[in-house]
């Protein structure tokens, strides 16, 4: 059931969303217009872009909308990997406006299109790239804090179409003070090719998260999150998995526990475990552990006092990485005892 942050948080994406629609379509006028008054093909590859951004945007309202919906019987893990879905069609928008702005350059740059009026061209180019610069930073904000891949991609990609406004006013500017019209198809060139790269990116991490590919940062949180919540008990955990959907994660992994403690209590310390570290993970998920009995191979990594059928004196305790998570297990009684997270054993 959502509790009210998440609630709040989808109202903040959602609202969010809508913004970057409205704006992306006035950007988009603005940027028709300056090509109406100027006839720059640089400025037609800028226009070009930002109809990517208002399909995208238009997109996004749909999918945060879909990706906000709770788990449900079709959908167990939630609907959050439709916001990757976005990202990647966002990214393939992006790499096609790329190809269509070269071609169109190629074209004007063949046939020595002039151009007119570059000094209100650049007023109004210029007065776009700041919208779009407040827009770009508000949606990487939003997608940060709340977990949207959308918005993050959304606002990656409008910070990158104010460098290409940029890049864009400094050939008009060339234009006007050398009189060389062959820069301007030259610099719709090179923001084409900016482009194919800037999408090309977004689709290979969209197509990531997709195939459940791991993510080092997300892996280091979650170590962290893990090694603050340990209790005696805990004594070791490997062959971590995450799966993300949207900004929720489901985490399953082999949770090494003392074999004389009975279910009951094994089940009490793991439960209470897995709700403090998903509250300070930086995602909502839910772990699922895999247990494991120490079967007297821990021992001298173990800090369980007392314990009944301890062989070997407790050592030294072993944090969690990344590496020693998603490792496999970890004895220590049977060979040399590494505390950067790895062992020798027999």
Not at 92 to 102: E, H, K, L, S, T
Not at 201 to 217: A, F, P, T
């Amino acid at each position: 059931m959502a509790n009210s942050v998440t609630t709040k948080s989808d109202s903040i994406r959602n609202r969010a969303a809508w913004i970057s629609a409205l704006a992306s379509l006035t950007i988009f006028g603005l940027k028709v217009g300056a090509y109406k008054i100027t006839g720059s093909t640089a400025v037609l590859s800028d226009a070009l872009e930002s109809i990517v951004n208002v399909i995208a945007s238009l997109v996004a309202l749909f999918v945060i909308r879909f990706a906000s919906q709770p788990a449900d019987h079709e959908h167990p893990y939630g609907h959050g990997k439709a916001e990757s879905f976005s990202s990647a069609f966002e990214g393939g928008m992006i790499f096609f406006a790329a190809i269509m702005i070269i071609g169109e350059a190629v074209k004007a740059l063949i046939n020595h299109e002039p151009t007119q009026k570059l000094e209100m061209g650049l007023l109004i180019v210029g007065g776009a790239a700041l919208v779009n610069l407040a827009l770009g930073l508000y949606l990487k904000k939003v997608g940060t804090n709340h977990k949207s891949e959308a918005l993050r991609a959304s606002g990656a990609h409008v910070l990158s179409d104010v460098f290409t406004t940029v890049g864009v006013m400094v050939g008009l500017g060339l234009v006007m003070i050398t009189g060389y019209q062959w820069l301007d198809p030259v610099v719709a060139i090179l923001v084409g090719l900016q482009l194919a790269y800037s999408g090309y990116k977004i689709v290979r991490e969209s197509l990531g998260i997709l195939m459940d590919e791991q993510d080092e940062q997300v892996l280091e949180n979650l170590a962290v999150a893990l090694q603050k919540n340990r209790v005696p008990g805990v004594i070791d955990i490997h062959h971590l998995r995450t799966i993300r959907s949207g900004r929720f994660h489901h985490v399953d992994a082999h949770l090494v526990v003392p074999e004389y403690w009975d279910v009951s209590h094994v089940h009490e310390v793991t439960h209470s475990f897995e709700n403090r570290v998903v509250a300070d993970y930086d995602f909502d998920g839910e772990l699922a552990f895999h247990l494991d009995p120490c079967k007297k191979s821990y021992c001298s990594a173990c800090v369980v006092e007392n314990c009944p059928i301890r062989l070997h004196p407790f050592k030294e305790g072993r944090s969690f990485t990344v590496k020693s998570l998603t490792d496999g297990p970890r004895p220590t009684n049977q060979g040399a005892y590494d505390n950067s997270g790895s062992s020798q054993t027999n």
